[in-house]
T-cell receptor, first 116, second 113 residues
Framework: EAGVAQSPRYKIIEKRQSVAFWCNPISGHATLYWYQQILGQGPKLLIQFQNNGVVDDSQLPKDRFSAERLKGVDSTLKIQPAKLEDSAVYLC??????????????FGPGTRLLVL | AQSVTQPDIHITVSEGASLELRCNYSYGATPYLFWYVQSPGQGLQLLLKYFSGDTLVQGIKGFEAEFKRSQSSFNLRKPSVHWSDAAEYFCAVGAGTASKLTFGTGTRLQVTL
């Protein structure tokens, strides 16, 4: 079974530029998560989708971050404009559990973003 | 809201020695508990999980963890550490009514030969 795929693996941009990350979850997984992991910290949930609907975006800085999952499969996370403090690893995870119950989340390799 | 504390930021053990990584959680009801491992430049890999039942949980790579409700703990153990176990370990807690996970800050394990 193929795992969670993410691209790109690394990205370096200047502050105020925009950047987008892509995630392809495990086939059949309805729930998809985006996490931000700052160096030295644990992952922090940014947004959670159930199919193509958002179920939790309370931690997403909506003035600069956006995410979509239009067809309920792939997802894109965008930052516009980027700030220095956005430098982090962005992890995508998926689960076959509904968002209303706890299941096992499977993580992709992450995208390491450096904002200069 | 749930929270997780991993008191040890960094631990060094010798290869072949036993290992215990500490995790304390805060949650009002029965928690769902996880241990993940992250190797440098990699995503998180699930080691083991506790949902209910037997409080001693076996995982991959020879790891086990014990859920102790009275101590609000879910410590990870391994009887004999291998050099390849060097990585960062994260404990996480999930609430029963939602699938959101809250992670601890992680413990970095260094293994000396």
């Amino acid at each position: 079974e193929a795992g969670v795929a993410q691209s790109p693996r690394y990205k370096i941009i200047e502050k105020r530029q925009s950047v987008a990350f892509w995630c392809n979850p495990i086939s059949g997984h309805a729930t998809l998560y985006w996490y931000q992991q700052i160096l030295g910290q644990g992952p922090k949930l940014l947004i959670q989708f159930q199919n193509n609907g958002v179920v939790d975006d309370s931690q997403l800085p909506k003035d600069r971050f956006s995410a979509e999952r239009l067809k309920g499969v792939d997802s894109t996370l965008k930052i516009q404009p980027a700030k220095l403090e956005d430098s982090a690893v962005y992890l995508c995870a998926s689960s076959d559990a509904r968002w209303t119950s706890v299941g096992t989340q499977y993580f992709g390799p992450g995208t390491r973003l450096l904002v200069l | 809201a749930q929270s997780v504390t991993q008191p040890d930021i960094h631990i060094t053990v010798s290869e072949g020695a036993s290992l215990e990584l500490r995790c304390n959680y805060s949650y009002g009801a029965t928690p769902y508990l996880f241990w993940y491992v992250q190797s440098p430049g990699q995503g998180l890999q699930l080691l083991l999980k506790y949902f209910s039942g037997d409080t001693l949980v076996q995982g991959i790579k020879g790891f086990e963890a014990e859920f102790k409700r009275s101590q609000s703990s879910f410590n990870l153990r391994k009887p004999s550490v291998h050099w390849s176990d060097a990585a960062e370990y994260f404990c996480a807690v999930g609430a029963g009514t939602a699938s959101k996970l809250t992670f601890g800050t992680g413990t970095r394990l260094q293994v000396t030969l």
